[in-house]
């Protein structure tokens, strides 16, 4: 991610106070989920849209991005303060379906933009629209770049892993994100939305299973190698899906499914939301008050077979 909409890699749990084991699935699952092209990955964070029979997938996801046409005036929480984020600014979010936003991730955007909005409207994860009907989701983002891929947002918000679970705002796992303009920025708090610590992707590529970056300058808290570019270095960081995993707690309760992404010797995560929980579920067998309904399974089955 990333939302009054869960966030990129920062799940939802009722046990944020506990640690909790840390519990692979296995090569099975690896295997199906590593067929998922690491670029489709925020697909994964797409929503259930219950209010449909039989419930299918919405179209609407939390990292779709966008490129403003017009002015566009975001506001707080508390809608006290207001500031306008100029034509030609990319910004991901969710939208009404109807080319309009509902918030905007403020961590996805642009460093400058991300300035003024922590500036005037202080530290949120998201910014809402001062109006309904705001025109912001008409035109899709369309251009592949080190922050977006097919219009979405690319690892918008990774976690360090951790025994600890983590959702936003709530818990102080470091994260991750990439900004509009090709920034990648280390959190040093899961509740510390204001860049601190970043480096501009100067270039990327992505293969089915690994995403690259050569930063401008190393970031304290991300591996790194320096490595020769022409008469200069840049810094290289490679993420690459890893394991599937579980956050299990006392009670055995669970926040469901996550992908470790390998960072060199350092550990990140995404969460792999509602579709994850019910397609491992199904594949996993899970019985009794987890059981996935078939149709469910179905569903979310096709959805994920359908990135690979």
């Known amino acids: ?177 990439v900004s509009a303009d090709s920034q990648l920025v280390y959190h040093t708090k899961g509740s510390k939305f204001k860049p601190t610590r970043y480096a501009k992707i100067k270039k990327f590529k992505r293969t089915h299973s690994t995403t690259t970056y050569y930063l401008s300058k190393p970031i304290r808290g991300i591996a790194t190698k320096k490595v020769k570019s022409g008469k200069s270095h840049l810094y290289r960081v490679t993420f690459k899906m890893g394991h599937v995993f579980q956050m299990m707690f006392a009670d055995n309760d669970t926040d469901g499914y996550n992908l470790t992404i390998n960072n060199g010797k350092q550990e990140f995560f995404f969460y792999l939301g509602d579709l994850g929980w019910k397609y491992i579920g199904s594949v996993v067998g899970l019985t009794g008050a987890n059981a996935v309904p078939a149709e469910d399974a179905q569903i979310a089955t096709d959805y994920i077979q359908g990135l690979y």
């Open 1 to 177: 991610m990333l939302l009054g909409a869960v966030v990129g890699s920062l799940g939802v749990t009722n046990a944020s106070a506990e640690t909790a084991r840390i519990v692979n699935t296995g090569k099975r699952v690896d295997n199906l989920i590593h067929k998922v092209d690491i670029r489709k990955l925020s697909y994964l964070g797409t929503l259930y849209d219950y209010s449909t029979n039989p419930i299918t997938p919405e179209h609407q996801n939390p990292f779709q991005t966008y490129k403003l046409k017009e002015p566009l005036k975001l506001t707080n929480e508390s809608r006290h303060k207001v500031i306008t984020l100029p034509k030609g600014s990319v910004v991901s979010g969710l939208s009404d379906g109807h080319g309009n936003l509902i918030g905007v991730n403020n961590p996805s955007l642009s460093i400058k933009n991300q300035k003024k909005v922590f500036k005037t409207l202080g530290n949120w994860n998201q910014s809402y629209l001062v109006s309904k009907n705001n025109g912001g989701a008409k035109h899709p983002y369309t251009r592949n770049t080190a922050f977006s891929y097919n219009s979405l947002a690319s690892f918008p918000f990774l976690s360090v892993k951790s025994n600890k679970p983590a959702y936003n705002g709530y818990v102080s796992l470091p994260f991750i994100s």
